[in-house]
DNA sequence: CGGGATCCCTAGAGATACTG
DNA sequence: CAGTATCTCTAGGGATCCCG
């Protein structure tokens, strides 16, 4: 799994390094959305307000690059497209809730993401 | 608490908010350099390699605003500033620990910081 | 449907020099 | 010492149009 990391040499600090990998304004949301379900990109697209095809395209294949999500094609007329989390991007999730609890806790966000399924949240 | 946090009418996410708080390049080195010590202003700019003056200040400003460092000022001759974690700030500790442990089990990086106090890491 | 290609444009980071 | 002030410059995001 490891080996399919992008080798970002300015990144020595591993939560710099972590945060390279599942930071950003878009990829929590989008390992979120894949946390229960697949999802195609036109899915994807529709709930995350906001988004451009050019940068959805770009962040999925940035995580599909570093292992965190699968890309199945199905070659059909229309074409069909699914994203799914892999088992190692299912590792991330526990890292995802902390930063999510402390959102909630101490910035007083209340989570628009299905907060259902946070772990295990009193 | 809570109401020193910048109100970012565009995070409503709370994964993204906490990252708006400790995210970044610089911030959580900040924090990390800040755990076991006061520091000045100068020993934070030698203790991060490659930061301009002109950045490690903002960082620094928005960090006392978000109400996690506190500064203290002393009117001597030569000036001497000195930045510490508030209690509030502490509460990141754990949520940068998630983030620095992940980096290091999945991502194979190295901690370059002292790695001495990383809470409970066997 | 699921993108790619192109153009534009500005926030923000670096470098340098200066100051109370 | 602990920062500002100023300038420059480019990576990266939005908008738009196009394609297999």
Redesign the pocket.
Same mark, same amino acid.
């Given at each position: 799994m490891v080996s399919q990391i992008r080798n970002n040499k300015h990144c020595q600090c591993p939560v710099e390094a972590t945060l390279e990998v599942i930071g !950003?304004?878009w990829k929590p949301i989008i390992l979120w959305q894949l946390r229960t379900e697949k999802l195609?990109?036109? !899915?994807l697209?529709q709930s995350m307000q !906001? @988004?451009?095809?050019?940068?959805?395209?770009?962040q999925?294949?940035e995580l599909e690059e570093d292992g965190l999500i699968l #890309?199945e @094609?199905y070659p059909e007329i229309?074409? #069909?497209?699914?994203?799914s989390l892999t088992e190692f991007g299912k590792t991330v999730l526990p890292v995802l809730d902390a930063l999510c609890k402390w959102g909630i806790e101490y910035l007083g966000r209340e989570c628009l993401l299905d907060d259902q399924s946070l772990s295990d949240r009193s």
């Open positions: !950003g304004k195609r990109f036109s !899915g697209q !906001g @988004i451009s095809p050019k940068m959805l395209t770009k999925l294949r #890309r @094609i229309p074409p #069909r497209v699914e994203y």
